[in-house]
């Protein structure tokens, strides 16, 4: 009997590999993540649609800003400030600090991206917000393989961009007929949403002293300049700096 044949039946046959997902079964997981979180949205997305058009903005107004900018706080800020005529610089200078926090969050990301050439993550990254940050960097740590699945993130993505700009532009269709939507207490649904995303990321005590030196910050801030959105800088500098100097240090060889 030949070396290389096995002595009996099923002997040295190794199991066969588990077949990778395909990008589509990645991107459908993706999507189904996103169900709890993209069901939050619509409540919110209602509330900004009803505001921007009791503001002066047009139906189709709503969904094209929503649409380009994807940024749910940027876009609160810009509709509670908006006049006729608009103080654009205004706008645009508060928009720009509102989003400063993407900054931070495209960094965190950033290593576990390596793997996607540097066109494809950059358009990616347009559809980044909070939630699918969160969602897509919380997946790459449970499964622990130091990156992240594109296609899981743009599944998830695209499930809460196209419910973002469907839901405010109804809000905004729907606006002048229900008046102040925030009277049904549908403005909660923008911290039942972080409070959800916020238990799936928690890893601890000592691994959140970042995001509460940040929310203390921040609320401080709120209260003694509760013009503009300062807090918003303050609260992620604040947090930064706590992550940077709470890291453990690599011993000196």
Same mark, same amino acid.
């Given at each position: 009997?030949?070396?290389?044949?096995?002595? $009996?039946?099923?002997?040295?046959?190794?199991?066969?590999?588990?077949?990778?997902?395909? #990008?589509?079964?990645?991107?459908?997981?993706?999507?189904?993540?996103?169900?709890?979180?993209? %069901?939050?949205?619509?409540?919110?997305? %209602?509330?900004?649609?009803?505001?921007?058009?009791?503001?002066?903005?047009?139906?189709?107004?709503?969904?094209?800003?929503?649409?380009?900018?994807?940024?749910?706080?940027?876009?609160?800020?810009?509709?509670?400030?908006?006049?006729?005529?608009?103080?654009?610089?205004?706008?645009?200078?508060?928009?720009?600090?509102?989003?400063?926090?993407? %900054?931070?969050?495209?960094?965190?990301? #950033?290593?576990? &991206?390596?793997?996607?050439?540097?066109?494809?993550?950059?358009?990616? &990254?347009?559809?980044?917000?909070?939630?699918?940050?969160?969602?897509?960097?919380?997946?790459?740590?449970?499964?622990?393989?130091?990156?992240?699945?594109?296609?899981?993130?743009?599944?998830?993505? #695209?499930?809460?961009?196209?419910?973002?700009? &469907?839901?405010?532009? %109804? +809000?905004?269709?729907?606006?002048?007929?229900?008046?102040?939507?925030?009277?049904?207490?549908?403005?909660?649904?923008?911290?039942?949403?972080?409070?959800?995303?916020?238990?799936?990321?928690?890893?601890?005590?000592?691994?959140?002293?970042?995001?509460?030196? $940040?929310?203390?910050?921040?609320?401080?801030?709120?209260?003694?300049?509760?013009?503009?959105?300062?807090?918003?800088?303050? +609260?992620?500098?604040? +947090?930064?700096?706590?992550? #940077? &100097?709470?890291?453990?240090?690599?011993?000196?060889?």
């Amino acid at each position: 009997m030949s070396a290389a044949q096995p002595t $009996s039946a099923g002997e040295d046959l190794a199991p066969a590999p588990a077949a990778l997902p395909t #990008a589509a079964q990645e991107a459908r997981r993706g999507l189904r993540a996103s169900l709890p979180v993209l %069901l939050g949205f619509i409540p919110f997305a %209602l509330v900004l649609g009803a505001q921007a058009v009791q503001k002066g903005l047009g139906i189709w107004e709503v969904p094209l800003m929503t649409g380009l900018n994807f940024a749910g706080g940027s876009e609160f800020t810009a509709v509670r400030l908006w006049t006729s005529p608009p103080h654009l610089l205004l706008i645009a200078a508060m928009s720009l600090l509102v989003n400063s926090r993407h %900054l931070l969050m495209s960094a965190a990301l #950033a290593p576990y &991206l390596r793997h996607v050439p540097r066109r494809r993550a950059l358009a990616a &990254l347009f559809f980044m917000c909070d939630e699918s940050w969160a969602l897509a960097l919380a997946d790459a740590q449970r499964r622990g393989t130091g990156r992240v699945s594109l296609p899981y993130y743009l599944g998830a993505s #695209a499930g809460l961009y196209l419910t973002w700009v &469907l839901f405010t532009g %109804l +809000g905004a269709a729907l606006g002048p007929v229900i008046g102040d939507v925030e009277k049904f207490g549908f403005d909660m649904a923008f911290t039942a949403v972080f409070l959800v995303l916020l238990r799936g990321m928690w890893r601890g005590m000592r691994a959140s002293r970042p995001w509460l030196v $940040s929310l203390v910050v921040a609320a401080l801030t709120y209260r003694l300049m509760p013009q503009g959105a300062w807090y918003v800088a303050a +609260g992620a500098i604040a +947090g930064l700096a706590s992550a #940077a &100097l709470t890291a453990p240090r690599e011993p000196q060889r």
